[in-house]
């Protein structure tokens, strides 16, 4: 392909969002060509759907083409996984499915993206852990709290740094302030210099 967009994002489930000035994205198949398109803004395809700007509102748009529009919602996030894709309405948050469907209500203060089935959320000033469902599967007793990979989070509890698996369990304490996902039994770390 000949250099021709303003941006231009990595394919995704076969497909990339691109922009060709003014707010105008398309998605272009591996070939280059459009294949849907315009919108006032684009993600990524992921679980088979993307989040795109449509109507002058947030929807998804399908792979078959199909645009379901999102209503009633503040924001929709660039990301789907697990199924669900976060949105806010009115300072709190909750998720909705690939069809567009509230399947957890907005209830949380903050929330996170699903990973390893779970998602991070604050109610209260408090992270905790709940599944797609929306059942607490780990209680809201964190002061922060990333999301799960390779079965394991960073949590921040009473200015301690440690790491959960996916039962809640502390499996690591390390002295570092702040903490990544680990990826291949590593994970980078923030030293303080004296």
Known sequence: MKPQYVCANSFAEGHASVCKGE????????????????????????????????????????????????????????????????????????????????????SYDQASIFSDGLAAVQLNGRWGYIDTNGAMVIESRFDAASFFKGGLAYVKVRDKSCYIDVRGNVVLETAFKGGFPFSEGLTPVYIEEV
């Open 23 to 106: 707010s105008r994205w398309y998605m272009i198949d591996t070939t280059g060509e459009v294949a849907f398109g315009p919108f006032g803004s684009a993600s990524d395809f992921e679980d088979g759907v993307v989040s795109v700007w449509h109507d002058n509102g947030p929807a998804l748009l399908r792979k078959d083409g199909t645009i379901v529009q999102i209503r009633d919602v503040d924001w929709l996030s660039n990301y789907c996984s697990n199924g669900r894709i976060e949105f806010a309405l009115s300072d709190t948050c909750g998720y909705v499915d690939r069809d567009g469907t509230v399947v957890i209500p907005a």
